[in-house]
């Protein structure tokens, strides 16, 4: 990994940047963080954020597959927003929002789709990462820049995400 004054990178082939989480909140939460892809996945799935903990045990991934990011939870099913195109080498605010029943997807500050959700559930996640999936053996690595990462244990508003996104 390398860090500087622009966030981190990790290479995108064995690096990503792990946090603990001690509790992951059942019904309400928001992840954001700024991300600018090094180079094309091409077909392959790679993690922005994931705190995949099992199979059928992910409270959240944010990942780009075929050139789209897409907000994922994998709880008694699959739940997915729809894609939006992402490109290398350009600078994105990615937030998603989990408020009672629905996820939101937000690119830049503005909602870019939205899918139900399991309004309350459990997960024996204790930690997350930024550019791969820290408990998949395959490769779901993201060669990328990370910074200004946050996640809070409440639904942030549309203006608490677009200022966020401003910044």
Request: with cysteine; proline share 4%; charged share 25%.
């Amino acid at each position: 990994t390398a860090r500087d004054a622009e966030g981190t990178e990790v290479n995108g082939r064995d690096e990503m940047l792990v946090y603990a989480v001690s509790v992951w909140p059942e019904e309400e939460f928001s992840v954001a963080v700024r991300v600018r892809l090094s180079e094309s996945q091409g077909k392959r799935a790679g993690q922005v954020f994931s705190a995949w903990a099992a199979g059928m045990d992910d409270p959240l991934r944010l990942m780009v597959e075929e050139g789209k990011v897409f907000a994922r939870i994998e709880a008694g099913g699959g739940f997915s927003t729809p894609g939006v195109a992402v490109e290398a080498g350009r600078w994105y605010h990615v937030a998603a929002v989990k408020r009672g029943g629905t996820l939101t997807l937000f690119l830049d500050g503005k909602p870019v789709g939205s899918c139900a959700a399991p309004e309350f559930s459990t997960t024996l996640a204790k930690d997350c990462a930024l550019g791969g999936n820290p408990h998949f053996s395959g490769n779901e690595f993201l060669a990328a820049r990370f910074a200004d990462f946050a996640f809070f244990a409440r639904a942030l508003t549309a203006e608490e995400i677009q200022g966020m996104a401003a910044k």
